[in-house]
């Protein structure tokens, strides 16, 4: 029997759709491509991906089908010759990937563009050139910058670069774990090339491996990982090895300023990649649920309102989450200075709402759970892939040190002064300026996201039980934020003498939670108008943030009954209609 809680059916969404754009087209065209992956003999379907994954391997059939898409020049701007024109197209076409395989979406291609949006950004001309013609060919890249002996604090670097008696630099020290390095033509390296503290001592290069000396340069296979187990990590080894001085990028001691710009572009885009892996978990739930009872191969739910419930509040969560990431997405063409914070925002709560979602979706398939072949044995896989991604460098811990520091300049700057945010970055997939990285910055004290909320909480409806909800839930966010400010301003700023303790970590956490809801208000009152019923239909929006406000503690106002019904319908329908449990709504083939 399937789950369900009684109400009339929701009409079914994006019906007379417009011709699609360029990017839907290029999503499409992937999704047709790559195929229905629970489709026997798919080469790029789960049973492949799981027999690769059991070899420890990426699957060899799903990179080729990749190669013939040209995905390799989704990574490199329009500029250069290659597809990429906006974060937003790069992680529409990325997501299709990463709900079959997180391995194979960060082993493919993500690692390559993390290193390549160092270069696109701070590189030369010749070394822009040069790496563009590398990938346009179907050359990987890889990023060289964890230090697991630090826990990834990529500035206490062991890689050392001194100058060499005969010009250029001599670099000596290792990196334990760098993706993709066996079979990158490109590398950018993070390296000390100062003693001195600050971001002035550490430095980024651009090497060709093939060009360094065999016995200065050696790399070294790591055994396979529980998640992400066909990612090919490797190690890296140097011995006062030789590069030359335009190996350089940007200047000398210019490597912390580079990085931290561009974490805001991957820390955004990985995390809003990775939440297409519990899309496939909720699809795989509701299959099972679907399964169960008269019809079906096995027993009834032992609750079906309780598995209802889970599956609604799992999608609820899928689109908390993604309207978060949509926001910083987008944020990077339209607040490129602001993203610093957005980013970070959306890396920490990945561990969080996804997580949890998957070990919530673990209850409805049960036993299932431990199944390692076909369609449902690809949920155990993303269970034990996803949260190796909220690790290393851009981890829960650093977003937050990304986050505290600006906190006090925000609370006495910018909330409930500051100006509200444009319309256009809360609409999915609308149009956007070309993306200009001199536009992104370390910190600016303003968050315009938080200010839209204050504005949107202030003209809300009432006509309803759910907008009556939604605007008493808005107004609670917008009491949090008042009380956030107290409460970071009665605190004494972080410096010498006054560490960062626990209170600005929860302090942080909250405030999160707090930019969460602001970007679901956003969404929902930016597409109320929209071609897709369900995101102009507040009872998604009033679920959402009747989660946001379970996390912060008490909500002001019980969920009407109504709104999970609706939410869970949405499951059902997406579910048969093949479209995917995200803001896009995009078809899937099958």
């Excluded at 993604?322 to 561990?351: F, G, I, M, N, Q």
């Excluded at 269970?383 to 006090?408: F, N």
């Excluded at 995101?535 to 909500?555: F, K, Y």
């Amino acid at each position: 029997m399937v789950s369900s809680l009684a109400t009339p059916a929701p009409p079914r969404t994006r019906r007379g759709a417009p011709e699609p754009d360029a990017a839907t087209a290029r999503v499409a065209r992937l999704e047709n491509l790559l195929g229905d992956p629970a489709a026997p003999g798919n080469p790029a379907g789960y049973q492949a991906l799981l027999t690769a994954d059991r070899r420890a391997a990426l699957c060899a059939d799903a990179e080729d089908l990749l190669d013939d898409f040209g995905m390799n020049r989704e990574f490199v701007p329009t500029g250069l010759g290659g597809r990429f024109d906006s974060a937003e197209t790069l992680l529409r076409v990325m997501r299709p990937v990463f709900r079959r395989d997180v391995a194979l979406g960060a082993g493919y291609g993500m690692t390559g563009f993390m290193a390549a949006s160092d270069v696109w950004m701070h590189g030369s001309p010749a070394q822009r050139d040069w790496l563009a013609g590398l990938m346009l060919g179907g050359s990987k890249a890889s990023i060289a910058q964890h230090e697991t002996a630090h826990t990834n604090d990529f500035v206490r670097s062991q890689v050392h670069a001194t100058p060499h008696p005969g010009g250029g630099l001599s670099v000596t020290g290792s990196k334990p774990v760098v993706l993709n390095l066996h079979r990158a033509d490109a590398l950018v390296l993070f390296c000390r090339t100062g003693r001195q503290p600050g971001g002035g001592s550490h430095s980024a290069l651009l090497l060709d491996p093939h060009a360094l000396p065999a016995e200065r340069y050696r790399v070294t296979r790591r055994p396979p990982a529980l998640g992400l187990r066909g990612a090919p990590f490797a190690g890296v080894e140097l011995d006062e090895c030789p590069v030359p001085e335009d190996a350089l990028l940007g200047a000398l001691g210019g490597g912390v300023p580079i990085a931290l710009r561009s974490f805001q572009v991957s820390r955004t885009l990985m995390a809003s990649l990775v939440s297409a892996a519990v899309d496939t978990g909720l699809r795989t739930a509701v299959m099972v649920d679907r399964a169960q009872g008269p019809g079906g191969s096995g027993p009834a739910p032992v609750d079906p309102q309780h598995t209802a419930a889970t599956l609604a509040g799992s999608f609820v969560n899928l689109l908390l989450y993604d309207c978060l990431a949509v926001v910083a997405t987008r944020a990077l063409h339209l607040l490129p200075a602001e993203t610093s914070v957005y980013s970070s925002a959306v890396k920490a709560l990945l561990p969080r709402v996804l997580n949890d979602t998957l070990y919530d979706l673990a209850t409805v398939l049960g036993s299932h759970l431990y199944t390692r072949e076909g369609t449902v044995g690809i949920f155990q896989k993303h269970v034990r892939d996803l949260p190796v991604v909220s690790l290393g460098h851009a981890g829960t811990v650093a977003c937050q040190a990304t986050i505290i520091p600006q906190l006090r300049a925000l609370a006495t700057g910018s909330w409930f002064t500051g100006a509200e945010a444009p319309p256009e970055l809360f609409r999915p997939a609308g149009p956007l300026p070309p993306f200009d990285h001199g536009g992104l910055s370390l910190a600016c004290g303003r968050d315009s996201v938080s200010a839209s909320m204050l504005e949107i909480s202030a003209s809300l409806p009432g006509a309803t039980p759910a907008e009556r909800t939604l605007r008493t839930l808005a107004g609670q966010m917008a009491a949090e934020l008042h009380e956030l400010r107290s409460r970071v301003v009665a605190l004494p700023e972080p410096g010498p003498g006054n560490p960062v303790g626990p209170a600005w970590f929860a302090l942080a956490d909250r405030y999160v939670l707090v930019l969460t809801a602001a970007s679901v208000l956003g969404v929902w009152w930016h597409n109320r108008a929209g071609g897709d019923p369900f995101l102009a239909d507040p009872s998604w929006a009033a679920a959402a943030l009747h989660r946001v406000a379970q996390r912060l503690g008490t909500p002001a106002v019980d969920l009407p009954g109504e709104c999970t019904a609706r939410v869970h319908q949405e499951v059902l329908a997406r579910y048969g209609d093949r479209r995917s449990y995200d803001l896009y709504n995009t078809p899937l083939p099958g």
